[in-house]
């Protein structure tokens, strides 16, 4: 096991830097490495050591899920088309991947985190924050219990994971990233401010590529460039996210860690094996996808007020158009109507489409109480997109 320690994390209320107040908390941060890939390679021992991908075939339409460490030597990444995956590493061993057994090892070491601390929140089947200031264990070192996590999910799975230790969600998730894999990364509170004015913007958890190039073209590299800017002037270049990045750069994340988080969101969305052109040929598709989508809305009994059509053209370029109802729903007729009308405002039929998808957001779940009323949508000028 690898192990970088920004020191050791007592988290102790003597720190100085800005964000640091007198009560610290001690977020771990645990992330399993190449987790589909390395579960693939565990069920069978003939996969160790080789480039593994998990995901769609790369003789049609597939996707990479996962690779693992030996298929990312090769630039292999996730989201990745399959053909080029394949390119790139011919000899690449590709596996379906088998979501039900990820799903079942994903809650036996759920199960590990909760015999720690109630505070756990789940960001996918691989990875989860935990906030143990206060845990069932009465240790008073986050990093020691970081350390007997890592050690508890290697021996009852069989899998690596890496940790990362910080006094924020923030802090924590980037340190899970240092050392991978089977890495611990400890970042205190009094070396946190030297440790962010020297991360390069890129490695910033919640800056992609698109803005760390607008970062760089404003002359921003690394958090004290970032620090430097006021939050106004940020603001005329990032609009809502100004607030975001004049935190992070100060390594403030008030966050808490959610051990119940409502569902945001409900859709489906599918790659085709041939390009479309046929406009008709999509709105048959769109209706039968609406289906699908109501129906799990309606199995967890919700209903949302915002509908979203996802479009990837044969360049790869993909766009969302979005629209909200008057009245939130689950009824296929209506996401098959509001997506119908979507997708009239895209260049589908001109221009070839290799994915179509289905979201609908801003959910009302059961008991709760709508506040205020939303207006209807005009559709002709009001739809957004990025």
């Not at 690596?160 to 509170?189: C, Q, R, Y």
């Not at 996808?289 to 967890?300: M, N, T």
């Not at 996401?335 to 009308?341: A, D, E, L, S, W």
């Amino acid at each position: 096991m690898n192990e970088i320690q920004i020191t050791a994390l007592d988290l102790q209320p003597a720190a100085t830097f800005e964000n640091i107040h007198n009560f610290v908390k001690k977020i771990i941060h645990i992330d399993m490495d190449a987790f589909y890939a390395s579960v693939e390679q565990r069920d069978d021992p003939s996969l160790q050591g080789k480039p593994v991908v998990v995901g769609g075939s790369p003789e049609g339409r597939g996707v990479v899920a996962a690779a693992s460490y030996e298929a990312r030597n090769f630039g292999i990444r996730s989201a990745m088309p399959a053909a080029q995956a394949i390119r790139l590493c011919p000899d690449a061993i590709f596996v379906k991947p088998r979501f039900e057994v990820y799903r079942e090892i994903s809650l036996h070491i759920r199960s590990i985190f909760r015999e720690y601390t109630d505070l756990v929140e789940p960001l996918s089947l691989d990875e989860a924050y935990l906030d143990v200031t206060e845990n069932h264990k009465n240790n008073p070192s986050a990093t020691l219990i970081a350390r007997e996590l890592k050690k508890r999910i290697k021996d009852e799975t069989r899998l690596n994971a890496s940790a990362g230790v910080a006094a924020n969600k923030f802090l924590a998730k980037i340190a899970s990233d240092l050392d991978k894999p089977d890495g611990l990364a400890i970042i205190t509170p009094e070396k946190a401010e030297a440790f962010i004015a020297e991360l390069p913007i890129g490695k910033f958890h919640g800056i992609g590529k698109a803005t760390e190039t607008k970062m760089h073209n404003l002359g921003i590299y690394n958090g004290a460039d970032l620090r430097s800017w006021p939050e106004k002037d940020l603001y005329r270049h990032f609009g809502k996210a100004a607030g975001f990045y004049h935190a992070i750069a100060r390594g403030e994340d008030p966050r808490e860690v959610k051990p119940h988080r409502i569902r945001k969101s409900v859709g489906a969305e599918r790659t085709f094996r041939q390009d479309q052109h046929d406009v008709e040929w999509m709105r048959n598709f769109l209706a039968d996808l609406a289906e699908k989508v109501a129906q799990r809305l309606q199995k967890i009994n919700v209903t949302g007020k915002t509908i979203s059509l996802k479009l990837r053209y044969d360049d790869f370029e993909t766009i969302t158009r979005a629209g909200s109802l008057q009245h939130p729903t689950n009824e296929a007729d209506i996401i098959t109507k509001t997506i119908h009308q979507l997708l009239e405002e895209t260049q589908a039929g001109t221009r070839k489409v290799r994915l179509l998808g289905i979201t609908v957001s801003n959910l009302i779940h059961p008991n709760q109480t709508e506040i205020g009323e939303q207006l209807e949508l005009d559709f002709n000028n009001n739809l957004n997109s990025k």
